[in-house]
């Protein structure tokens, strides 16, 4: 027991140092998004906000890897930057999808919990 109040006799003298109470604070202030994620959104809507910036970075991959298409065409660049914009569409897309049937799997569960699942 003695152990146990020594480790929180620590950890409240670590806590209480002026460093570590400026570092917390500028987390959390630099990383403000993950608490109000955490504390002020639903689980459902944070699946479709993943949903959407998926579909944005799916488009923009895209828009990429055509223009990379076109230099490799002509070619302005070799097949290892070919093949590394064509790996990253297909990593967004392959998100994209994810994302997609984790949004609808999860609604469906919790029409179910809820009555309202109509087939």
């Known amino acids: 027991m003695d ?3 020594d480790l929180f006799k620590e950890l409240k003298d670590r806590i209480n140092n002026p460093l570590v109470i400026s570092f917390v604070v500028s987390w959390v ?16 809507e944070l699946d479709v906000d993943k949903y959407k910036s998926y579909i944005d ?16 065409d002509a070619g302005v660049i070799n097949s ?3 093949i590394l914009a064509k790996n990253r569409t297909d990593a967004a897309n392959v998100n994209l999808a994810a994302a997609k049937y984790t949004y609808i799997f999860r609604t469906k569960v919790l029409d179910y919990y809820q009555g309202k699942l109509t087939w």
């Open 3 to 5: 152990k146990v109040s």
């Open 29 to 44: 202030f630099l990383n403000w998004r993950i608490f109000v994620g955490l504390f002020f959104y639903k689980s459902n």
């Open 57 to 72: 970075q799916a488009a923009a991959y895209s828009e990429s890897f055509r223009t990379t298409e076109i230099r490799f």
């Open 80 to 82: 290892d930057v070919y």
